[in-house]
Antibody
Framework: EVQLVESGGGLVQPGGSLRLSCSAS????????MHWVRQAPGKGLVWVSR????????SHADSVKGRFTISRDNAKNTLYLQMDSLRAEDTAVYYC?????????WGQGTLVTVSS | QTVVTQEPSFSVSPGGTVTLTCGLS?????????PSWIQQTPGQTPRTLIY???IRSSGVPDRFSGSILGNKAALTITGAQADDESDYYC??????????FGGGTKLTVL
């Protein structure tokens, strides 16, 4: 069964850091581009970042550029999102998504709460 | 900054047809924007319905269809059912390597 499982969410203070992980099973991660998408409580989906199959090509939304870094370890079949200098407005459920032929396949999400 | 636009809300009668649209604050949506449509019921994980303008994801009923109408992407639901009541988001490639979601359309079936 194809599955994406996010982990690493939780409560963090403003200015703090957190690293999210997305573990892939049922398929070979190295064959796919991957994205992170977030959703603040009661709000819509927002694209965050994406990474190429081998990790050499990355891009980030302006709202997180310079603070968030997407990366991957294909040997571990795992995608990451390093989040630094966190702000209250980064509070959201973070979804990882497999992106193949412009089709998203979604994980179940992990909640990040930024609060003092 | 380019903004992806969607109708905030729409209603349709059971059995009726509704077309939701997805545009850009500046410029036109084309097949090169690779529009996708995502369905999400509150509290649930998103589900991809349509990708690359008009390709249905596996298991999606054929009452859902995607197209380009004028300068916008469109999602048409033909023969709406009660369980189609959801939030619908479009997502576009807005420039090289950068994607953007619309604000979503809340669809009511009544």
């Amino acid at each position: 069964e194809v599955q994406l499982v996010e982990s690493g969410g939780g409560l963090v203070q403003p200015g703090g850091s957190l690293r999210l992980s997305c573990s892939a099973s049922g398929f070979t991660l190295s064959s796919y581009w991957m994205h992170w998408v977030r959703q603040a409580p009661g709000k819509g989906l927002v694209w965050v970042s994406r990474i190429s199959k081998d990790g050499s090509d990355t891009s980030h939304a302006d709202s997180v550029k310079g603070r968030f870094t997407i990366s991957r370890d294909n040997a571990k079949n795992t995608l990451y999102l390093q989040m630094d200098s966190l702000r209250a407005e980064d509070t959201a459920v973070y979804y990882c998504a497999r992106f193949h032929n412009f089709e998203y396949f979604w994980g179940q999400g992990t909640l990040v709460t930024v609060s003092s | 900054q380019t903004v992806v636009t969607q109708e905030p809300s729409f209603s349709v009668s059971p059995g009726g047809t509704v077309t939701l649209t997805c545009g850009l604050s500046s410029g036109s949506v084309s097949t090169s924007s690779y529009p996708s449509w995502i369905q999400q019921t509150p509290g649930q994980t998103p589900r991809t319905l349509i990708y690359s303008t008009n390709i249905r994801s596996s298991g999606v009923p054929d009452r859902f269809s995607g197209s380009i109408l004028g300068n916008k992407a469109a999602l048409t639901i033909t023969g709406a059912q009660a369980d189609d009541e959801s939030d619908y988001y479009c997502v576009l490639s807005v420039r090289s390597g950068i994607w953007a979601f619309g604000g979503g359309t809340k669809l009511t079936v009544l």
